[in-house]
């Protein structure tokens, strides 16, 4: 399967600083990557799709100017969460997309204080 | 909308035991179906899925599921659990001419006792 790193694996901020959140496709080009966001004791549940030199496409309900995606390059998709307050705390996760199957990072826990 | 449900959130069993794991959908197109796997500390893993074929999907370390199309299930098994099968179990559900976004079930977690 796909390999999938993500940076940081956890980071603690401020309310109202931004936070960059980077998952990188380290075996496979990816034109497609994913955003997730899991709630304690919940499902993942899909924020956006990040598509290389487009705009990212997001699930209804995503705030996208709270939730930047810029996926640069074909191994690179950020997920910037701006003006950071405590409701957006909370483990989010990328996965790339291989043989139409999704491959997942390690994940980066927010807490914004 | 497309829901997935997993019936058990909770799981508890002794080594050597069976497992099954509910899954089922709502769509009623033609979908494509996942299980991950989530080991305590770890990223998500696939399990096994079905695209087509024999409905019955063998996967990694001896899980199997089986696709029924006339229920909308997708059941996770398993004939003799060990402890380190401890994890949490996500089903996923894909519809195909549908993009490639998944849709989770709320997962169950197995702890398999010694």
């Known amino acids: 399967g796909a390999v999938v790193s993500q940076h940081p694996s956890w980071v603690i901020c401020k309310s109202g600083t931004s936070v960059k959140i980077e998952c990188r496709s380290l075996d496979f080009q990816a034109t497609t990557m994913f955003w997730y966001r899991q709630f304690p004791k919940q499902s993942l549940m899909l924020m956006a799709t990040s598509n290389e030199g487009s705009k990212a496409t997001y699930e209804q309900g995503v705030e996208k100017d709270k939730f930047l995606i810029n996926h640069a390059s074909l191994t690179l998709s950020t997920l910037t969460v701006t003006s950071a307050h405590p409701e957006d705390s909370s483990f989010y996760i990328c996965?790339?997309?291989?043989?139409?199957?999704?491959?997942f990072g390690p994940g980066t826990r927010l807490l914004v204080l | 909308a497309q829901s997935v449900s997993q019936h058990n959130h909770h799981v508890i069993l002794s080594e050597a035991a069976s497992l099954e794991l509910g899954c089922n959908y709502s769509y009623g197109g033609t979908v494509n179906l996942f299980w991950y796997v989530q080991y305590p500390g770890q990223h998500l893993q696939l399990l096994l899925k079905?695209?087509?074929?024999?409905?019955l999907v063998k996967g990694i370390k001896g899980f199997e599921a089986e696709f029924i199309k006339s229920k909308f299930s997708f059941n996770l098994r398993k004939p003799s659990v060990q402890w380190s099968d401890t994890a949490e179990y996500f089903c996923?559900?894909?519809?195909?001419?549908?993009?490639?976004?998944?849709?989770f079930g709320t997962g169950t977690q197995l702890k398999v006792e010694l």
């Open positions: 079905y695209f087509s074929g024999d409905p």
């Open positions: 996965s790339r997309l291989l043989q139409e199957t999704q491959y």
């Open positions: 996923a559900v894909r519809l195909t001419g549908g993009g490639n976004k998944l849709t």
